[in-house]
């Protein structure tokens, strides 16, 4: 059982190890590699058995569900599944076809690298414009910079279409539309509010912290009035939309320069595209959409999972079950899966963290709540550190993620639901666990010599002052201050070495 968890263990440890590798790994590489995780843990658990992988690290000899075998070659060759794909695409005309992408949520790491990503495969390719269709909050201001110089420098035109109905393209959002060459946005959106936002800001006597301020919004009102006058928009609004944060619907956004067109679905939208005019890197261009094929790419299952990964309540989910996996594990030493559970769960909260802005104070405070806690178990304060460690714990919890000068979106916290849930779950754990501890103490002694003061015994022999007696069985030397008859009922009133001193019982 133990070998078939430790071999578990080292196929998921194979498996993360590739998932979080740059360059992403092709699937073929990818299965691959965790079957020959699979495979060292095999031949280290049981070196008698043959290696699963030949010299040439074909299809395993091991029964790997669910993949294809069309992922993998019969022959002793060494072009990747991904090569393969890459020069079937250069094959194909793309120069009539649009890549289509989409973006729903936060703007961070993951979702920079998947535009930017999308934007190398238009050129490459050289697909006949890039179609980005979003629908944000905001985000990082330093991965939106990413996207808008990508856009700003791109060969092939980048349209920008704000969808489906009911979408925003606020804060950074801003920014990646006036950075496209086109921008398109659907019936009931709107757009705008783009002023940094600081968690710790706002009025008052911080001069410091509101030059800070003063200093990140004018640095993003002078890169957006430049990305307005390369694209030809109105630079008086974008200014407005940060140093004010107002917002537009589509209609207004329309007559305001901010759009070029306002289109209900995507086949309005290549209508309205096809015979203008845009200026690449390459030079002037004018688009044929009308006909044009529309080729979707979306989030590779990869992106999908690190995506989700970014996300603030999952992190903090990640961070406390994490840190509990690893206190588990140091109380009950051997048991192994609290602390190989832990130890995943931590390093994909850390990996999350990376993503976010993380306040390490609040990350201390967690940690010290967790310190607290293991001192009450050990250290009787009569549950002074149990509330320490709850009041850090809440206070941390709540600290743990802001929104620091480049971050351009509402806050980023964890939901005060799962703040609550954790902290009522950790403190009435621990309250339960120190119940017990106090109930165990106050227990009357039973086992050793402490455990026959005040027990019932019987004289064996006329005491006077010195005998022996029967307590639970054992025959003991005693003696009393009184005369006892042999067969008297006595009680024990204390232990000294080997002989008790007794009463008769009354």
């Known amino acids: 059982m133990k070998k078939a968890f430790l071999t578990t263990v080292a196929v998921l440890s194979g498996l993360a190890a590739s998932l979080f590798a740059q360059p992403p790994l092709p699937l073929d590489d990818l299965v691959k590699r965790t079957a020959l995780s699979f495979t060292s843990a095999q031949n280290t658990l049981h070196p008698a058995l043959p290696p699963a992988f030949d010299k040439n690290l074909s299809m395993p000899s091991l029964p790997i569900a669910l993949i294809s075998a069309e992922h993998f070659s019969k022959t002793n060759t060494k072009t990747s599944f991904k090569t393969s794909v ?186 309205q595209l096809d015979g203008q005019t845009v200026q690449t890197e390459n030079g002037e261009m004018t688009l044929a959409t009308k006909d044009a094929e529309v080729v979707s790419s979306p989030m590779s299952w990869r992106d999908r999972i690190l995506d989700m990964l970014s996300n603030p309540n999952l992190a903090y ?112 754990f621990f309250i339960i666990a120190l119940t017990f501890a106090f109930r165990a103490q106050s227990r009357k002694v039973t086992t050793g010599a402490e455990g026959l003061v005040g027990e019932f015994g019987e004289a064996r022999s006329d005491i006077g002052p010195k005998g022996s007696v029967s307590v639970h069985g054992e025959i003991w030397s005693a003696y009393s201050d009184q005369d006892i008859s042999k067969g008297d009922r006595i009680q024990v009133i204390s232990v000294e070495g080997l002989r008790l001193k007794i009463s008769k019982a009354s």
């Not at 190398?120 to 890039?130: G, M, N, Q, V, Y």
């Not at 704000?162 to 019936?187: D, E, K, N, Q, W």
Request: proline share 4%; hydrophobic share 50%; aromatic share 8%.
């Open 86 to 271: 890459l020069q079937q695409s250069a094959d194909v005309d793309r120069s009539k076809s649009i890549l289509l992408i989409e973006v729903t949520g936060v703007i961070n790491p993951v979702s920079a690298e998947y535009i930017t990503d999308a934007v190398d495969r238009a050129e490459d390719e050289e697909f006949h414009a890039l179609i980005l269709q979003i629908d944000t909050p905001g985000g990082l201001l330093e991965s939106t910079r990413q996207i808008t110089k990508k856009f700003l420098g791109a060969r092939v035109p980048i349209v920008v279409y704000v969808a489906p109905t009911g979408a925003r393209s606020a804060s950074a959002g801003v920014f990646i539309c006036y950075s496209a060459h086109l921008v398109a946005m659907a019936p009931s959106t709107n757009i705008g509010a783009a002023h940094p936002v600081n968690l710790g800001g706002g009025t008052g006597a911080d001069s410091t912290q509101n030059a800070m301020m003063d200093k990140v919004t004018n640095d993003a009102v002078a890169q957006i009035k430049t990305m307005a006058e390369k694209r030809g928009r109105n630079p008086e609004w974008a200014e407005q939309a940060v140093r004010e944060s107002v917002s537009i619907t589509e209609s207004e956004a329309l007559a305001n320069n901010v759009i070029n067109f306002i289109a209900p679905t995507l086949d309005s939208l290549l209508m």
């Open 317 to 428: 989910i990640f961070l406390m079950l994490g840190i509990y996996g690893i206190f588990f594990e140091l109380s009950n030493p051997g048991a192994i899966f609290p602390g190989v559970v832990g130890a995943i769960l931590l390093i994909l909260a850390f990996y999350s963290m990376q993503t976010l802005p993380v306040n390490y104070a609040g990350l201390l405070l967690i940690l010290l709540a967790l310190l607290l806690f293991i001192l009450e178990v050990k250290i009787t304060s009569y549950g002074l550190l149990t509330i320490a460690g709850i009041v850090a714990m809440a206070i941390g919890s709540l600290m743990l993620f802001k929104s620091p000068e480049n971050f351009m979106s509402p806050m980023v916290q964890v939901s005060m639901e799962i703040v609550i849930i954790f902290t009522v779950m950790s403190a009435g």
